[in-house]
């Protein structure tokens, strides 16, 4: 059990990795773009909902002060904030005591694409680990993973603080269509 987990993308495709985390008996904080508390991905306490645009870093910044000020320092944190600027992720970093699962999508895999912002290992107070979301391929072809596959993957590799790639990732071309 972590003290208090931060999670970017918990309304989202971290929401059950949330609904997990405080069945645990962490006390989870929430970024999320949106504050529509009607939609049923929306956590309910013991969650904390932090309504800010990890691109805006201002914003982002003034979220995590209140997530601290509400249940103190994260002592983990799971984001999933593939469009985020550096600072957004060196600001995530410098405010986790503890591991910070990055996930990213599998076009960080691509042929070319440029590297991802953080390293594994120590950055700020955070031990950094990396979850890379690749795809499922079987008899019937390839999709995209579930909400809940991802959510158990980024809590194994918080759990076991190893970087992971879920499913495949090459070949690029088999990838799924949408």
Do not use: N
Request: aromatic share 6%; hydrophobic share 40%; no cysteine.
């Amino acid at each position: 059990m972590h003290d208090h987990v931060l999670v970017v993308g918990g309304t989202g495709v971290l929401a059950p990795a949330v609904r997990t985390l405080a069945e645990r008996g962490s006390a989870v904080s929430v970024v999320s773009r949106s504050s529509d508390a009607s939609r049923p991905e929306v956590p309910a306490p013991p969650s904390e909902l932090v309504v800010a645009d990890v691109r805006d870093t201002v914003a982002l910044g003034k979220a995590l002060h209140r997530a601290v000020q509400l249940r103190g320092p994260m002592t983990l944190t799971l984001a999933y904030q593939p469009f985020a600027p550096q600072p957004s992720w060196v600001m995530l970093a410098d405010r986790t005591r503890g591991p910070l699962v990055a996930l990213w999508v599998s076009a960080f895999a691509a042929w070319g694409a440029p590297l991802p912002p953080l390293h594994d290992g120590p950055q700020g107070s955070a031990e950094v680990r990396h979850l890379l979301l690749g795809w499922h391929s079987g008899p019937s072809g390839s999709r995209w993973h579930t909400p809940d596959e991802i959510s158990e993957a980024a809590l194994r590799v918080a759990d076991e603080r190893k970087s992971a790639v879920l499913g495949r990732i090459r070949p690029w071309s088999s990838r799924p269509e949408h």
